[in-house]
């Protein structure tokens, strides 16, 4: 067996194995590791590795094999102090592991120096479950003892036994802490002298360090516990490791000793156990007081010199750490030499380090101010807005993210969403002053990067801001005077802004003008800009578009919504005096033409929209009808259609697929595509009810624009791409003029020929989705409009079943069964009493039955039968149940009695088999079929034309005893028969029962699977 072994791990490691003997050896191994009898064999392994002389690269790796398995087997096998349970090898093998650690640790190779870790796991596994924890810290702990171990091994040893206490299953986390503190202060003698002995060398510090960061991080060890003198002697480990930390010189040249020291005591101040005690608050003033010998200072400065970013982060996480908690005791005292460091820690060139002290201004900003020394008041924050402005510019060489090669784009832009907080914080201690610093840093800028960070945190604060502006304080007061200072500056810098020639702008720092323009529109209005500025503004914003669409569109849309907007009353005031002002409102409708028309001339569909939008929001704000109707018309709708008219016209007279190909009726077509999704803006927000024509003056403009749309569209990959947005665009008109019924009336008789027509060419969802709007504003208005109704669905009935035949109908399938669920609600007579409602049904059958993956229109499908055949339990108008009711008696009941069996057996085998995300569909499904048979009206002889219980009762047990026949599950027929009689007493509670009968359904599912015990349902049957 031991070559067996050898030569399948040799396979594993060996470079030149194949990958199918790779896998037999993998599961070779994988099968004798967890027999009894491999202790025996990994004795004689361990014992054969020692005895090597010259060991091979295939040598090592196989050991290293042998230990990783091994590390599973003693965590799985060797239950914690049950000596009754162990292999008989077991102590061999501990005796081999104890001799192999030994060997290992006067190794100099480093390739076998990679070998002392997991033999230290390994012997940490058996130390701790073997139950020899206390014999081997009286070992190790004895200075009159000369140990057989090394120092390095016997840190690294400790270091494993606290993550391996961890591992044990039988332990709660409390009790891993309760196991490991009677041991604690050996521990931390132990590491004390391993830091103190100068004749250590760096290879002796470290593994100390690391066995000093796993004890406290799992048995939380306090700052007060390390500034204890260990074992009744006269010194703690606190001095020891601050010594450590507090070195200007590194002669070991590793950066994971300052790491892992740093770690160490960041777990240590973490503590909160002790807090407020005399031994915590004296070991917090000697490192605060320590900072201004070296302490962790001079570690970090020698750290940012060799680049090690590791180790930068661990000691700014140290100090900020030890800040964040100790607040309270340092906010009173002066504390130069500790901000100036945090400071420093956060102009850090490495951008991970410099956002750690974020937290700490935010938790300074947490004290009240009258508790604050005055260094910790608006000096501090004058210093730290500074820092943070610094460290947010951009390099004075910086062109583009696609050329920058030293700055790290998503660091850098972290940056700037990290701060956010803090500036905000430092905005509610300066106020004014803080708006006016960073007004004057964009001014007095000489390059145009320290602009772009000062407007950057300027917008970043905005809100805040703004609110300051919108103040009603009265005047003379303190709050009055900052407002208006604040609201003088940023007219200045916007009167500054506005006036620069865009050309001439970097990309970047222009993004940020916009972002400042339109972050701070509420305030522009707020402070009663004058009309004259907005305009200049706006005309700054159109020369913009060119070169940044999508921010110029945002600031613009700003201008319209946030600025304008609201002060479109008063301007409408001024048009009718005789004040100077008064030829404001043509002005201003005058930009919102020529906005439109600049985010017409860039490619970008999100910036007309947003343009569009904005505009739209604007213009329907106006009081005088004959303003609101020229905004709209004239300055919004004529530029769109025109561009829209232009696209039109390059389309090609035939319907040939060859003229439609070429490039240019290709950008014409996906203009015209962009054209519509902006028309479908307008209309989506043109609503001003104290303006009742606008919706008819919408339609006046675009609607033969729509006509030619449709009547242009000839060849059928183009109306692929139209119809759904022509569609959609038809469907927002509807919804607008459901207040003007005639207009709507004629708007729809006009409209649905075409969307037949489209549905008979493209078989488009969109078109049945109009249909659904449709049923729903107008249907059972009267019988006149669903007697329309009746003849419109038989003719999308034969249009959707002749589809459904083929392999690409689930989309078309999901809409069509879509738009019945909303026949059911508002035009059930249409539905019932179609003379198609027999292969709607079929349809919907067969579209259960046939999945194939199609999710969706299986859902929809599903959740139109439940309404249909759940009518009663429906909340519908009066008119709407009377009619269900009277369709179950005259067509339901035979509908549901001819395909009852079958749809119970695909809801069945749905919950059997099917996609588990439909398993609510299935069970209510199932359910509405129950409980429609039971509650519904019988006839004379107590039956509902002949749909008795035990014919459902047969119908149930028929298709559960077929699908556990043909699965392998613990479910009977006795246990099927209780989740029927369950289901039936469930279903004639109605409403009620059916949140419960739709969880026993799922359980059912789950049993059927085995992912539930049948005993689930004893539950079910005791209530």
Same mark, same amino acid.
């Given at each position: 067996?031991?070559?067996?072994?050898?030569?399948?791990?040799?396979?594993?490691?060996?470079?030149?194995?194949?990958?199918?003997?790779?896998?037999?050896?993998?599961?070779?191994?994988?099968?004798?590791?967890?027999?009894?009898?491999?202790?025996?064999?990994?004795?004689?392994?361990? &014992?054969?590795?020692?005895?090597?002389?010259?060991?091979?690269?295939?040598?090592?790796?196989?050991?290293?094999?042998?230990?990783?398995?091994?590390?599973?087997?003693?965590?799985?096998?060797?239950?914690?102090?049950?000596?009754?349970?162990?292999?008989?090898?077991?102590?061999?093998?501990?005796?081999?592991?104890?001799?192999?650690?030994?060997?290992?640790?006067?190794?100099?190779?480093?390739?076998?120096?990679?070998?002392?870790?997991?033999?230290?796991?390994?012997?940490?596994?058996?130390?701790?479950?073997?139950?020899?924890?206390?014999?081997?810290?009286?070992?190790?702990?004895?200075?009159?003892?000369?140990?057989?171990?090394?120092?390095?091994?016997?840190?690294?040893?400790?270091?494993?036994?606290?993550?391996?206490?961890?591992?044990?299953?039988?332990?709660?986390?409390?009790?891993?802490?309760?196991?490991?503190?009677?041991?604690?202060?050996?521990?931390?003698?132990?590491?004390?002298?391993?830091?103190?002995?100068?004749?250590?060398?760096?290879?002796?510090?470290?593994?100390?360090?690391?066995?000093?960061?796993?004890?406290?991080?799992?048995?939380?060890?306090?700052?007060?516990?390390?500034?204890?003198?260990?074992?009744?002697? +006269?010194?703690?480990?606190? !001095?020891?490791?601050? $010594?450590?930390?507090?070195?200007?010189?590194?002669?070991?040249?590793?950066?994971?000793?300052?790491?892992? @020291?740093?770690?160490?005591?960041?777990?240590?101040?973490?503590?909160?156990?002790?807090?407020?005690? !005399?031994?915590?608050?004296? @070991?917090?003033?000697?490192?605060?007081?320590? #900072?201004?010998?070296?302490?962790?200072?001079?570690?970090?400065?020698?750290?940012?010199? %060799?680049?090690?970013?590791?180790?930068?982060?661990?000691?700014?996480?140290?100090?900020?750490?030890?800040?964040?908690?100790?607040?309270?005791?340092?906010?009173?005292?002066?504390?130069?030499?500790?901000?100036?460091?945090?400071? +420093?820690?956060?102009?850090?060139?490495?951008?991970?380090?410099?956002?750690?002290?974020?937290?700490?201004?935010?938790?300074?900003?947490?004290?009240?101010?009258?508790?604050?020394?005055?260094?910790?008041?608006?000096?501090?924050?004058?210093?730290?807005?500074?820092?943070?402005?610094?460290?947010?510019?951009?390099?004075?060489?910086?062109?583009?993210?696609?050329?920058?090669?030293?700055?790290?784009?998503?660091?850098?832009?972290?940056?700037?969403?990290?701060?956010?907080?803090?500036?905000?914080?430092?905005?509610?201690?300066?106020?004014?002053?803080?708006?006016?610093?960073?007004?004057?840093?964009?001014? /007095?800028?000489?390059?145009?990067?320290?602009?772009?960070?000062?407007?950057?945190?300027?917008?970043?604060?905005?809100?805040?801001?703004?609110?300051?502006?919108?103040?009603? @304080?009265?005047?003379?007061?303190?709050?009055?005077?900052?407002?208006?200072?604040?609201?003088?500056?940023?007219?200045?810098?916007?009167?500054?802004?506005?006036?620069?020639?865009?050309?001439?702008?970097?990309?970047?720092?222009?993004?940020?003008?916009?972002?400042?323009?339109? $972050?701070?529109?509420?305030?522009?209005?707020?402070?009663?800009?004058?009309?004259?500025?907005?305009?200049?503004?706006?005309?700054?914003?159109?020369?913009?578009?060119?070169?940044?669409?999508?921010?110029?569109?945002?600031?613009?849309?700003?201008?319209?919504?946030?600025?304008?907007?609201?002060?479109?009353?008063?301007?409408?005031?001024?048009?009718?005096?005789?004040?100077?002002?008064?030829?404001?409102?043509?002005?201003?409708?005058?930009?919102?033409?020529?906005?439109?028309?600049?985010?017409?001339?860039?490619?970008?569909?999100?910036?007309?929209?947003?343009?569009?939008?904005?505009?739209?929001?604007?213009?329907?704000?106006?009081?005088?009808?004959?303003?609101?109707?020229? &905004?709209?018309?004239?300055?919004?709708?004529?530029?769109?259609?025109?561009?829209?008219?232009?696209?039109?016209?390059?389309?090609?007279?035939?319907?040939?697929?060859?003229?439609?190909?070429?490039?240019?009726?290709?950008?014409?077509?996906?203009?015209?595509?962009?054209?519509?999704?902006?028309?479908?803006?307008?209309?989506?927000?043109?609503?001003? !009810?104290?303006?009742?024509?606008?919706?008819?003056?919408?339609?006046?403009?675009?609607? !033969?624009?729509?006509?030619?749309?449709?009547?242009?569209?000839?060849?059928?990959?183009?109306? +692929?791409?139209? #119809?759904? *947005?022509?569609?959609?665009?038809?469907?927002?008109?509807?919804?607008?003029? @459901?207040?003007?019924? $005639?207009?709507?009336?004629?708007?729809?008789?006009?409209?649905?020929?075409?969307?037949?027509?489209?549905?008979?060419?493209?078989?488009?969802?969109?078109?049945?989705?109009?249909?659904?709007?449709?049923?729903?504003?107008?249907?059972?208005?009267?019988?006149?409009?669903?007697?329309?109704?009746?003849?419109?669905?038989?003719?999308? /009935?034969?249009?959707?079943?002749?589809?459904?035949?083929?392999?690409?109908?689930?989309?078309?399938?999901?809409?069509?069964?879509?738009?019945?669920?909303?026949?059911?609600?508002?035009?059930?007579?249409?539905?019932?009493?179609?003379?198609?409602?027999?292969?709607?049904?079929?349809?919907?059958?067969?579209?259960?039955?046939?999945?194939?993956?199609?999710?969706?229109?299986?859902?929809?499908?599903?959740?139109?039968?439940?309404?249909?055949?759940?009518?009663?339990?429906?909340?519908?108008?009066?008119?709407?149940?009377?009619?269900?009711?009277?369709?179950?008696?005259?067509?339901?009941?035979?509908?549901?009695?001819?395909?009852?069996?079958?749809?119970?057996?695909?809801?069945?085998?749905?919950?059997?088999?099917?996609?588990?995300?439909?398993?609510?569909?299935?069970?209510?499904?199932?359910?509405?079929?129950?409980?429609?048979?039971? %509650?519904?009206?019988?006839?004379?002889? &107590?039956?509902?034309?002949?749909?008795?219980?035990?014919?459902?009762?047969?119908?149930?047990?028929?298709?559960?005893?077929?699908?556990?026949?043909?699965?392998? /599950?613990?479910?009977?027929?006795?246990?099927?028969? +209780?989740?029927?009689?369950?289901?039936?007493?469930?279903?004639?509670?109605?409403? *009620?029962?059916?949140?419960?009968?739709?969880?026993?359904?799922?359980?059912?599912?789950?049993?059927?699977?085995?992912?539930?015990?049948?005993?689930?349902?004893?539950?079910?049957?005791?209530?």
């Amino acid at each position: 067996m031991e070559d067996q072994v050898a030569q399948a791990a040799l396979a594993m490691v060996s470079p030149t194995t194949d990958a199918a003997t790779r896998r037999q050896a993998s599961q070779f191994l994988e099968e004798w590791t967890q027999r009894h009898d491999a202790w025996d064999v990994y004795a004689k392994w361990l &014992g054969s590795f020692r005895s090597l002389s010259e060991k091979t690269s295939d040598q090592i790796a196989m050991q290293m094999l042998c230990l990783t398995m091994l590390q599973t087997k003693l965590r799985k096998e060797i239950p914690r102090n049950d000596h009754s349970k162990w292999h008989p090898s077991i102590q061999i093998v501990r005796q081999e592991l104890w001799e192999y650690a030994r060997q290992q640790q006067f190794s100099t190779d480093a390739s076998l120096s990679s070998l002392l870790t997991p033999c230290c796991i390994c012997n940490a596994a058996v130390i701790v479950r073997c139950g020899i924890l206390s014999e081997f810290m009286s070992h190790v702990g004895n200075t009159n003892t000369n140990s057989d171990l090394s120092p390095d091994v016997m840190f690294r040893l400790l270091a494993c036994i606290p993550y391996e206490m961890e591992a044990c299953q039988d332990l709660t986390t409390p009790q891993v802490t309760q196991e490991l503190v009677p041991f604690l202060e050996v521990v931390l003698d132990i590491i004390r002298r391993g830091l103190e002995d100068t004749s250590t060398t760096s290879n002796i510090q470290l593994p100390a360090c690391m066995a000093l960061k796993e004890w406290s991080n799992i048995s939380h060890v306090s700052l007060s516990q390390l500034n204890t003198p260990t074992c009744g002697g +006269q010194r703690a480990v606190l !001095p020891a490791l601050m $010594s450590l930390l507090s070195s200007s010189t590194n002669s070991y040249n590793d950066e994971r000793l300052l790491q892992a @020291a740093s770690q160490a005591l960041t777990a240590a101040v973490m503590v909160v156990s002790d807090h407020c005690t !005399p031994t915590r608050e004296a @070991a917090a003033a000697s490192m605060w007081n320590a #900072i201004s010998s070296g302490f962790i200072v001079n570690p970090m400065r020698l750290a940012s010199q %060799n680049e090690w970013h590791d180790a930068c982060h661990a000691l700014a996480t140290l100090i900020c750490t030890f800040v964040t908690e100790q607040v309270d005791d340092l906010i009173s005292q002066p504390a130069e030499v500790g901000l100036e460091f945090l400071l +420093q820690i956060q102009a850090h060139p490495h951008t991970p380090v410099a956002v750690i002290p974020l937290d700490c201004w935010l938790t300074v900003q947490e004290t009240p101010l009258e508790e604050r020394h005055e260094n910790w008041r608006k000096p501090l924050f004058r210093k730290v807005v500074a820092t943070l402005l610094a460290r947010m510019t951009f390099p004075t060489n910086f062109v583009n993210w696609e050329e920058e090669l030293d700055l790290d784009s998503q660091e850098f832009h972290e940056l700037r969403r990290m701060v956010t907080d803090v500036l905000v914080s430092g905005y509610y201690l300066l106020r004014g002053e803080l708006i006016q610093t960073l007004t004057n840093h964009v001014r /007095t800028a000489t390059h145009w990067t320290a602009s772009e960070a000062a407007l950057v945190c300027l917008s970043q604060i905005a809100r805040d801001v703004c609110g300051r502006c919108k103040s009603n @304080a009265a005047a003379g007061t303190s709050i009055a005077r900052d407002r208006d200072l604040t609201c003088q500056e940023l007219l200045q810098l916007l009167e500054q802004l506005v006036s620069v020639d865009v050309k001439q702008q970097h990309s970047v720092l222009l993004a940020s003008i916009l972002n400042f323009c339109g $972050s701070y529109c509420p305030a522009w209005n707020s402070m009663n800009c004058p009309p004259q500025a907005i305009l200049r503004l706006l005309q700054f914003l159109q020369s913009s578009f060119s070169t940044l669409p999508l921010e110029s569109a945002k600031a613009t849309r700003a201008v319209f919504v946030s600025c304008l907007s609201k002060s479109m009353p008063s301007l409408d005031d001024l048009q009718g005096s005789n004040n100077q002002s008064s030829n404001v409102m043509p002005l201003v409708l005058k930009s919102v033409r020529d906005s439109m028309e600049a985010a017409l001339a860039t490619s970008s569909e999100e910036a007309m929209t947003m343009v569009a939008e904005g505009a739209t929001r604007l213009v329907t704000k106006s009081k005088d009808p004959a303003m609101a109707r020229q &905004g709209l018309v004239n300055d919004l709708i004529h530029p769109i259609v025109q561009r829209g008219q232009l696209a039109l016209n390059a389309f090609p007279e035939s319907g040939d697929s060859k003229d439609w190909l070429s490039p240019n009726v290709q950008l014409a077509l996906e203009s015209l595509v962009t054209i519509m999704s902006v028309i479908h803006v307008i209309v989506r927000f043109c609503d001003a !009810p104290h303006v009742p024509a606008i919706s008819e003056w919408l339609l006046m403009e675009i609607g !033969p624009f729509l006509e030619a749309v449709q009547g242009r569209t000839t060849n059928l990959g183009a109306q +692929q791409m139209v #119809i759904p *947005k022509w569609i959609t665009i038809h469907m927002q008109l509807l919804r607008n003029s @459901a207040s003007q019924e $005639s207009m709507v009336l004629a708007m729809f008789s006009n409209t649905i020929p075409l969307i037949v027509q489209a549905l008979e060419g493209t078989k488009d969802p969109s078109t049945l989705k109009y249909i659904s709007t449709a049923v729903e504003m107008f249907g059972g208005k009267s019988d006149e409009v669903d007697h329309s109704f009746k003849e419109l669905l038989s003719h999308v /009935t034969n249009i959707v079943a002749n589809h459904a035949r083929s392999t690409e109908c689930a989309e078309l399938l999901q809409s069509f069964f879509e738009c019945m669920q909303r026949f059911i609600l508002y035009g059930p007579r249409a539905l019932c009493y179609n003379p198609q409602f027999g292969t709607i049904l079929t349809l919907a059958v067969e579209s259960i039955r046939a999945l194939n993956g199609a999710k969706e229109s299986t859902r929809a499908s599903l959740m139109f039968l439940s309404q249909l055949f759940g009518f009663n339990l429906l909340r519908v108008s009066p008119q709407a149940q009377q009619v269900l009711q009277e369709a179950w008696q005259m067509v339901l009941k035979d509908m549901l009695k001819h395909h009852g069996s079958t749809l119970v057996q695909s809801c069945v085998v749905g919950l059997a088999g099917g996609p588990q995300m439909l398993w609510p569909a299935y069970a209510d499904c199932l359910f509405q079929v129950v409980q429609s048979i039971l %509650n519904n009206p019988r006839g004379e002889n &107590g039956s509902s034309a002949d749909l008795t219980d035990e014919m459902l009762q047969q119908w149930l047990l028929s298709s559960m005893t077929s699908v556990i026949s043909s699965k392998d /599950t613990n479910m009977t027929t006795e246990m099927c028969s +209780q989740v029927v009689s369950i289901l039936f007493t469930l279903a004639r509670k109605g409403t *009620k029962g059916r949140p419960k009968a739709k969880m026993l359904l799922s359980d059912f599912a789950k049993i059927l699977k085995g992912e539930m015990a049948p005993d689930a349902l004893v539950s079910y049957a005791l209530q």
